[in-house]
C-alpha cells in the first residue's frame, strides 16, 4: 500500500494517522480535515476552554514538531465532499481530489440545530471561544438540552457568574443514558448550583435573543447555547456506495467497504464484545477506533475485530463522572458502592443476563478499574453482583 | 533506545486507560484518579505498552521522549 488518506483530522484521524507511522508504514498518508487548526482536543472545550482557565493554545493534541515528524500530507481547512470507490478518490472542496489505496473516514459529527439564528453551538475551539467571551457575571444564558455537554457548559457558566437557565424535553436529564435514579442525582447539582433547570420543556425555536417553547412561552436570553445531539458527518459519503445509517456503517473489523474503514463518532460498527452495532460519540472511543483501522487497513490478513468496553467521564460541578461499558438500553441499575444521597457511588447497569456497564461518581480508581474488568469479561448479572459483597467487605 | 515518560499531570482526567495499557509504568492516585509514573526510564520490552498508553490517553497527557 502505497497512499493512505485519513479523512478527518481531529482524534480519530490523527489517531490513525500516528498509528500508521508507528506500524512501520512508510508510504504517504494525507490527512484531510475542514477545520484550519491543527488535530485538537475538544473534550477540554466545554470545561477549560470555557471556563478560560486554559489559553487555548494547551488544546492542540501535539505539539507541532510532533504533528510534523510524522511526515503527513496535511491538508487543513479543506473539506472532503464526496467518494469516488471505483477509482479510489476523495473529492476534495477546493476542486482537488486525492487518490488512495486504503481509506480512513474520521469525519466525526456536527451539532444537531434548532429553528432560528445566532444561537450558540459548542463543537469547535471557534464555538468554544465564541460562548466563553460572552459569559460574564450576570449574563443569561439558556442551555438547551441537558446532555452530558449541556451539563457541563451549565455548570462551568454558574462558576463564572452567569444566569444560567437549563431546558430539558425529558422528565430527568440523562435518563435515557445512565437511568432515571443516576439522572436525578446529577441534576439535583445542578439545583444546587444555582441553575433554573426545567424539565419536561420542548424548545420550538432558538436564537440570539432567547427561546420560544412549544407552549407559546418566551424566554429571554443575552445567549443561547443549543445541546441537544449531533449528526454524523456522512453527507460527503452519499451515492458513493458506502451504507450509511446514522453514520457510516462498518463491521467488526471496522471497515465499511475493502480497505475503507471508519473511525471515530461517525462510525457505527458492530461491537462484538456487546453482540451490537454501535456508534460511541465519546473522546476514548476516538482514539482506540483509530487505532484499530489503521492497523487493520495496513494488515489484511491479521485483522483484529474492533471489541472495546466503552469509556466516557464528564465534570460537573467538581464530580467526575466516569462510566465504562454500554449503559444505554439497560434494563436494570443497582448502586453496589457508596451511595447516591453523598453523590459517591458506583452503579452498575444490567443488559439481559449480563453486566453491561459501570458508571462511578468519587470512586477510588482500583475500584472503578475492577469493575470495568468484569464488564470487559462479559461477566453474568448475578456473579458481578455476588463480587460486590467481596468487594465491599473489603 | 532509550525512553523517557513525561507526564502533562494538569491534563490528566483521570481515565485510568495508561494503567490498563502499561500497568508496570502507570498507577493513579488513589484520591481523585490522576496519573502517576511509576517508571519514567522503563526498560525496552515496556516501550509497546507505553507507547500504546500514550496513543490511547484521552487527554493527550503523556509525552514520551525516544532517542
Known amino acids: 500500500m502505497k497512499r493512505i488518506v485519513v479523512v478527518g483530522a481531529s482524534a480519530a484521524g490523527l489517531a490513525a494517522a500516528e498509528t500508521l507511522r508507528r506500524e512501520g508504514y512508510e508510504g504517504a498518508v494525507t490527512l484531510v480535515g475542514d477545520e484550519p487548526q491543527a488535530p485538537y482536543d475538544r473534550p477540554p472545550l466545554s470545561k477549560q476552554v470555557l471556563s478560560g482557565t486554559w489559553p487555548t493554545e494547551r488544546v492542540f493534541l501535539r505539539p507541532r514538531p510532533a504533528l510534523d515528524s510524522l511526515g503527513l500530507d496535511l491538508r487543513l481547512g479543506t473539506a472532503a465532499t464526496g467518494l469516488d470507490l471505483g477509482s479510489r478518490e476523495v473529492l476534495l472542496a477546493d476542486g482537488g481530489r486525492t487518490g488512495y489505496e486504503g481509506l480512513i473516514v474520521a469525519t466525526g459529527v456536527r451539532p444537531r440545530r434548532l429553528p432560528g439564528e445566532g444561537a450558540h453551538v459548542l463543537r469547535t475551539l471557534d464555538d468554544a471561544v465564541a460562548l466563553r467571551d460572552r459569559l460574564l457575571p450576570g449574563r443569561r444564558l439558556v442551555v438547551v438540552g441537558a446532555g452530558f455537554l449541556g451539563a457541563e457548559a451549565a455548570a462551568v457558566a454558574r462558576s463564572l457568574g452567569a444566569e444560567v437557565t437549563l431546558l430539558e424535553p425529558a422528565p430527568v436529564p440523562l435518563a435515557h443514558a445512565v437511568g432515571e435514579k443516576v439522572g436525578r442525582v446529577l441534576s439535583e447539582a445542578h439545583r444546587d448550583h444555582g441553575v433554573d433547570l426545567r424539565t419536561g420543556v420542548t424548545v420550538v425555536r432558538a436564537d440570539g435573543n432567547g427561546v420560544r417553547l412549544a407552549d407559546g412561552e418566551v424566554i429571554e436570553a443575552d445567549d443561547v447555547l443549543v445541546a441537544v445531539g449531533s449528526v454524523p458527518n456522512t453527507d460527503w459519503l452519499t451515492g458513493s456506495g458506502l451504507t450509511v445509517d446514522d453514520g457510516l456503517l462498518c463491521d467488526e473489523f471496522s471497515a465499511a467497504a475493502p480497505d475503507v474503514y471508519g473511525a471515530g463518532d461517525v462510525a457505527r460498527w458492530h461491537n462484538p464484545l456487546f453482540g451490537v452495532p454501535m456508534r460511541v460519540e465519546h473522546r476514548t472511543n476516538a482514539a482506540e477506533q483509530g487505532m484499530a483501522a489503521a492497523r487493520n487497513l495496513l494488515k489484511p490478513l491479521a485483522r483484529k475485530p474492533f471489541a472495546p468496553v466503552p469509556y466516557f467521564w464528564s465534570d460537573q460541578y467538581g464530580m467526575k463522572v466516569q462510566a465504562h461499558g454500554c449503559l444505554r438500553g439497560h434494563d436494570d441499575v443497582a448502586v453496589v458502592e457508596g451511595d447516591l444521597a453523598g453523590r459517591r457511588f458506583l452503579a452498575a447497569y444490567r443488559t439481559g443476563d449480563h453486566l453491561a456497564g459501570v458508571l462511578a461518581v468519587g470512586m477510588p480508581p482500583k475500584t472503578v478499574r475492577a469493575w470495568r474488568q468484569a464488564v470487559a469479561t462479559r461477566t453474568t448479572w448475578s456473579d458481578a453482583l455476588g463480587s460486590t459483597a467481596s468487594v465491599s467487605r473489603a | ?67
Not at chain 2, 15 to 39: H, K, N, T, W, Y
Open chain 2, 1 to 67: 533506545m532509550s525512553m523517557r515518560v513525561e507526564l502533562d499531570e494538569p491534563k490528566c482526567v483521570a481515565s485510568g486507560q495508561c494503567v490498563m495499557a502499561a500497568p508496570e509504568v502507570f498507577d493513579q492516585r488513589e484520591e481523585d484518579g490522576v496519573a502517576i509514573v511509576l517508571d519514567d526510564g522503563p526498560a525496552p520490552e515496556l516501550h509497546d505498552g507505553v507507547r500504546e498508553a500514550a496513543a490511547i490517553c484521552p487527554a493527550a497527557a503523556i509525552h514520551l521522549v525516544e532517542r
